[in-house]
């Protein structure tokens, strides 16, 4: 089993900064992770959960379009860690953010960590 931690979540208001981090433990998570493509999700209220970034195990990143430029998503394959780095947040922004992880039997979730962007 492997459990996924988000953290760093928070109110702020637009054009603030805030930096999401995701721990991932248990007996096989660093295995787990270093196989895994990571990833971050959204899901604001009344819409569907929505891929926001993604990091393969080789270190490749996507972004979905409207957070390119802004958003900067990372993995430290030793502390079995992934953060997502986001700037000049918008209140579009707004939601609970959801850490995954996608190997080749299956994905972890996490818990969700509530993001809220004031304009």
């Known amino acids: 089993q492997v459990y996924l931690v988000e953290s760093g979540g928070g109110l702020v208001q637009a054009g603030g900064s805030l930096r999401l981090s995701c721990a991932a433990s248990?007996?096989?998570?660093?295995?787990?992770?270093?196989?895994?493509?990571m990833g971050w999700f959204r899901q604001a209220p009344g819409k569907q959960r929505e891929l926001v970034a993604a990091?393969?195990?080789?270190?490749?990143?996507n972004l979905v379009d409207s957070v390119k430029g802004r958003f900067t998503i990372s993995r430290d394959n030793a502390k079995n860690t992934v953060h997502l780095q986001m700037n000049n947040l918008k209140p579009e922004d707004t939601a609970v953010y959801y850490c995954?992880?996608?190997?080749?039997?299956?994905?972890?979730w996490g818990q969700g960590t509530q993001v809220t962007v004031s304009s």
């Open positions: 248990g007996a096989t998570s660093g295995t787990i992770f270093s196989i895994s493509t």
């Open positions: 995954n992880a996608d190997h080749p039997w299956g994905e972890y």
């Open positions: 990091v393969t195990s080789a270190g490749s990143t």
